[in-house]
């Protein structure tokens, strides 16, 4: 009996045993199955996808269900397809859900109509933001709080663009809602009140001295034909423009006399200033030259006076200077900025050239112009797909130089898709060249 009873006992204790391996091991097959879809689905760029199983049961482990947004139903059943091909994948539960905000065939026309009304009414959309700007102030509190939010991925900065037209644009954060409105009666006074476009926020906690360095940022600008100077916590760079060598060095002067009083408030920041003026005429040469020939007696000194005189006359020509276009399209070259298969994320061998492009435009004087960002890509897949995807590209690049520090003032996105080609979309080379980001020079 005891036999029996002991026998049933190991019999028990192996099952047992059978079951808990069982259980671990479908445990382990779900673990190596959703990896392995998920990495798949990574590396072919189908990053907004994420998969998971079915189920807790054994016999469910194989079914992967599919969510995240997909930016077309076309996407949609490709990565649907894409897993369903993967070994050890039963079936698919697609839940995955479109993103309705792309722009779509039926509506692109309609879009780009938008586009065009909206550039045409620049000037009420200027006077639009001074009324929000009116609105929140009268909410202090919950403007500072929204303003909160939006500082946390951003240095403490202050951005002033004075234009040819005596324009200023004012952008970047103020400590407080006194200081917001000193500097903006402060442009209005030194501009006209028209003149000033205002996109301040309020945001607590600025460097010391902020409020010295914002207003002496405005009084400078007040002093050249157009310019602009960007303010971070512990440095600044003012770049500007004036219409004579004289003046060019009467401002350096001024600046060196203001930054030399130990009683300033701006020594603890690290300055750069780049003011640039027309070459400066040069003494007539052949005046001096006569009176030599005068003084010598010498039969020789006409034909150097004439040689000086070719010199001079070399010399006193002005150096032709490379246009912000000119200078971009050196700076961007043969080279390219790469993007993720099929995707909008920024390959990370084009951050060194992005961050040459920041230096370029740093050193241009737009004025009333800005920079227009062109998305292009190949004619392969849907045209509105296309479009969103270069839209989106465009839009990339632009964080990052914004990031970089250039103001979104002067930056515009545009997606133009497969609209543009400037090679064969029938062969790999052509398409590969059609796939660009162009950067050009706009009007206002």
């Known amino acids: 009996m005891k036999k029996i009873l002991l026998g049933l006992l190991g019999v028990l204790l192996i099952s047992l045993f059978s079951y808990i391996c069982f259980i671990l091991n479908g445990d382990s097959i779900k673990q190596n199955l959703t990896a392995k879809v998920n990495n798949t689905l990574n590396s072919n760029s189908y990053t907004w996808a994420n998969a998971s199983l079915v189920g807790q049961s054994i016999e469910s482990t194989n079914i992967v269900k599919l969510t995240g947004i997909a930016p077309?139903?076309?996407?949609?059943?490709?990565?649907?397809?894409?897993?369903?091909?993967?070994?050890?994948?039963?079936?698919?539960?697609?839940?995955?859900?479109?993103?309705?905000?792309?722009?779509?065939?039926?509506?692109?026309?309609?879009?780009?109509?938008?586009?065009?009304?909206?550039?045409?009414?620049?000037?009420?959309n200027s006077t639009a933001v001074k009324e929000v700007a009116q609105e929140q102030t009268q909410n202090p509190k919950e403007e500072i709080e929204k303003n909160k939010d939006l500082a946390k991925n951003e240095a403490y900065h202050i951005y002033m663009v004075k234009n040819a037209k005596n324009k200023i644009f004012l952008e970047g954060f103020v400590p407080s809602k006194e200081l917001h409105e000193t500097l903006v009666k402060k442009a209005g006074d030194l501009f006209d009140k028209e003149n000033v476009v205002d996109n301040l926020k309020v945001v607590p906690d600025a460097p010391k001295d902020w409020n010295y360095m914002s207003e002496f940022g405005l009084e400078k600008l007040a002093e050249v034909d157009f310019g602009d100077m960007n303010i971070t916590e512990s440095s600044y760079v003012f770049k500007a423009h004036l219409s004579s060598h004289d003046k060019k060095i009467e401002f350096l002067n001024g600046i060196k006399k203001v930054m030399s009083d130990p009683a300033n408030h701006y020594g603890r920041y690290r300055g750069d200033y780049i003011v640039t003026a027309p070459l400066q005429t040069q003494k007539n040469i052949k005046?001096?030259?006569?009176?030599?020939?005068?003084?010598?007696?010498?039969?020789?000194?006409?034909?150097?006076?004439?040689?000086?005189?070719?010199?001079?006359?070399?010399?006193?020509?002005?150096?032709?200077?490379?246009?912000?276009?000119?200078?971009?399209?050196?700076?961007?070259?043969?080279?390219?900025?790469?993007?993720?298969?099929n995707s909008y994320r920024i390959d990370k061998n084009s951050y060194t050239l992005l961050d040459d492009i920041v230096h370029t435009i740093s050193d241009c004087h737009l004025g009333d112009k800005i920079i227009e960002i062109g998305g292009h890509t190949d004619s392969r897949g849907r045209s509105s797909y296309n479009k969103w995807l270069s839209q989106k590209r465009a839009e990339n690049v632009k964080n990052y130089l914004v990031k970089k520090g250039i103001s979104s003032h002067l930056l515009k996105a545009v997606g133009y898709g497969e609209e543009h080609p400037i090679a064969d979309n029938k062969t790999e080379q052509g398409r590969a060249q059609n796939r660009r980001i162009e950067f050009k020079i706009k009007g206002e």
């Open 287 to 341: 005046v001096a030259v006569e009176d030599k020939k005068v003084e010598n007696n010498n039969t020789n000194i006409s034909k150097d006076n004439k040689d000086i005189d070719k010199k001079e006359e070399v010399s006193n020509k002005p150096t032709k200077t490379m246009t912000c276009q000119e200078l971009l399209d050196r700076t961007l070259g043969s080279k390219k900025i790469h993007f993720q298969f």
């Open 72 to 124: 077309s139903d076309e996407e949609k059943m490709n990565a649907q397809m894409l897993v369903s091909k993967i070994d050890g994948v039963g079936g698919v539960e697609n839940q995955i859900v479109v993103d309705k905000k792309q722009p779509t065939e039926d509506n692109t026309q309609k879009l780009q109509e938008g586009k065009k009304e909206l550039t045409q009414n620049e000037e009420k």
